[in-house]
C-alpha cells in the first residue's frame, strides 16, 4: 500500500525563524513529489520535484528531493506570521492509474 | 479561466438524506479526483476518473456514487448520508499532458455537515 509520511504532525515557531518539514514516501512506480500550502482553504501548490539532489527554491521556501532514501524537505527560511498553515507533501505514482497519495499534513503556527 | 469551481460552499444535511456535489473545471482537463479531508487525516481520495464515461474507486468510496459524462464536470453523490460523512470535499483535476500531468488544481471545497 502506498505510505506518505510527514513529520512533525505539528510544529509552533517564532517568526523570523527557520523550520524543516520532512516527507517520506513508499510508493509503487514513483513519479514525482508534491509540495501544497493550504490555508483555511483549498491546497495550492508549492514545488513539484522529480529528480534527487536539486533544489527548487521561491523566495524563502525551498525544497529537495532524495529518492535513494526516499524522503523530501521544505525549508522555510525567516519565517512570517502569513506562512502559518498546513503544509501537505504528496507522492504521485505513474502506469496508467496515475495516483497522488498525500501524508497527513504538518500545521505550521508562526508567532509573531 | 474559471478553473474548478464546487458547489455548494456549505451543506447540512439529516442522517439519511441524499445529495449531489457538484464539480466543474474548464481547463480541459483529462483527470478529475474528489477527496475528503477531515482533521488530521490529510487527503483522502475516494473516486477519480481518468476521462468521461471512466471512473474507479480511490481509498475510501464507501458510501459515495460519482459518473463523468463529460469532461467538465464530476458530480459526487452521497446516497444515504451519515455522520461519520462530515468532512470537507475537494474536486481537483489535472492534465494527463507530459510535464503537466503532475500539477493538480483544486476547487475551492464544500464543508459538509451530517447531523
Known amino acids: 500500500e502506498d505510505k506518505v509520511v510527514q513529520s512533525p504532525l505539528s510544529l509552533v515557531v517564532h517568526e523570523g525563524d527557520t523550520v524543516t518539514l520532512n516527507c517520506s514516501y513508499e510508493?509503487?512506480?514513483?513519479?514525482?513529489l508534491l509540495w501544497y500550502k493550504q490555508e483555511k482553504k483549498a491546497p495550492t501548490f508549492l514545488f513539484m520535484l522529480t529528480s534527487s539532489g536539486i533544489e527548487k527554491k521561491s523566495g524563502r521556501l525551498s525544497s529537495i528531493l532524495d529518492k535513494k532514501e526516499l524522503f523530501s524537505i521544505l525549508n522555510i527560511t525567516a519565517t512570517q506570521t502569513g506562512d502559518s498553515a498546513i503544509y501537505l507533501c504528496a507522492a504521485s505514482s505513474g502506469g496508467s492509474n496515475y495516483k497522488l497519495t498525500f501524508g497527513k499534513g504538518t500545521l505550521l503556527t508562526v508567532n509573531p | 479561466n474559471a478553473g474548478v469551481t464546487q458547489t455548494p460552499k456549505f451543506q447540512v444535511l439529516k442522517t439519511g438524506q441524499s445529495m449531489t456535489l457538484q464539480c466543474a473545471q474548464d481547463m480541459n482537463h483529462e483527470y478529475m479526483s474528489w477527496y475528503r479531508q477531515d482533521p488530521g487525516m490529510g487527503l483522502r481520495l475516494i473516486h477519480y476518473s481518468v476521462g468521461a464515461g471512466i471512473t474507479d474507486q480511490g481509498e475510501v468510496p464507501n458510501g459515495y456514487n460519482v459518473s463523468r459524462s463529460t469532461t467538465e464536470d464530476f458530480p459526487l453523490r452521497l446516497l444515504s448520508a451519515a455522520p461519520s460523512q462530515t468532512s470537507v470535499y475537494f474536486c481537483?483535476?489535472?492534465?494527463?499532458?507530459?510535464?503537466?500531468?503532475?500539477?493538480?488544481?483544486f476547487g475551492p471545497g464544500t464543508r459538509l455537515t451530517v447531523l
Open positions: 481537483a483535476s489535472r492534465s494527463k499532458v507530459t510535464g503537466r500531468a503532475d500539477t493538480q488544481y
Open positions: 510508493v509503487t512506480n514513483f513519479r514525482s
